[in-house]
């Protein structure tokens, strides 16, 4: 099946600095993935559509300046949190979409989860 | 009111009992309707898919969607502790479309 991996699992770094998460479709290329978030015990809240080659499509309420996504190629997509607050602390999870014809439309397949960490 | 409301649990039932889960919904155009399973501190898993109104069984799992009540359901037949784990409902109004997600059910199988 299809595979999404994420980059790095966990981190933890320090108020005000940058960190950025990788998100990538292993065997199958992506034209189009979401990153979500997901605060403790809670869901998974859109946060923006990433398509590749294009700019990402913010939901409301995401600041596009603070959380800056590239998706420069069909297999990868990132997510660069900058200027970290502990209140960024939450599980980024992203999803990818194989739009090769070989999975179903509607199916999202989603990566493992980056947790992480401001101190 | 959330777009998506589903009973945060925990649901706690003996193995082999049959789990039952349940999401409502407002946004009348939803069409497509999923569940996800997530283990803790993992990305979710589908697990079951459904276009429209109707039911759909695999396996263990029957999926049932009621448009005209705006409710779904899952069944979990002879549910097993590995089955313990946050149940999502998710929707999106067309396919590969942005999914929106339930606050998901936390499922407890004691063995």
């Known amino acids: 099946g299809a595979v999404v991996s994420q980059h790095p699992s966990r981190v933890i770094c320090k108020s005000g600095t940058s960190v950025k998460i990788e998100c990538r479709s292993l065997?199958?290329?992506?034209?189009?993935m979401f990153w979500y978030r997901q605060f403790p015990k809670q869901s998974l809240m859109l946060m923006a559509t990433?398509?590749?080659?294009?700019?990402?499509?913010?939901e409301q309420g995401v600041e596009k300046d603070k959380f800056l996504i590239n998706h420069a190629s069909l297999t990868l997509s990132t997510l660069t949190v900058t200027s970290a607050h502990p209140e960024d602390s939450s599980f980024y999870i992203c999803?990818?979409?194989?739009?090769?014809?070989?999975?179903?439309?509607?199916?999202?397949?989603f990566g493992p989860g980056t947790r992480l960490t401001v101190t | 009111q959330k777009e998506v409301e589903q009973d945060p649990g925990p649901l706690s039932v003996p193995e082999g009992a049959i789990v039952s889960l349940n999401c409502t919904y407002s946004?009348?155009?939803?069409?497509?309707f999923m569940w996800y399973r997530q283990y803790s501190r993992k990305g979710p898993e589908l697990l079951m898919y459904?276009?429209?109104?109707g039911n759909k069984e695999d396996g263990r799992f029957t999926a049932q969607v009621d448009k005209s009540s705006k409710y779904i359901s899952l069944f979990i037949r002879d549910s097993q502790p590995s089955d313990s784990a946050t149940y999502l409902c998710?929707?999106?109004?067309?396919?590969?479309?942005?999914?929106?997600f339930g606050g998901g059910t936390r499922v407890l199988v004691k063995p």
């Open positions: 999803s990818a979409r194989d739009t090769s014809g070989r999975s179903p439309s509607y199916e999202q397949y």
């Open positions: 065997d199958f290329q992506a034209t189009t």
């Open positions: 990433s398509n590749e080659g294009s700019k990402a499509t913010y």
């Open positions: 946004n009348s155009a939803f069409q497509y």
């Open positions: 459904t276009y429209s109104s």
């Open positions: 998710a929707m999106s109004e067309a396919a590969g479309n942005k999914l929106t």
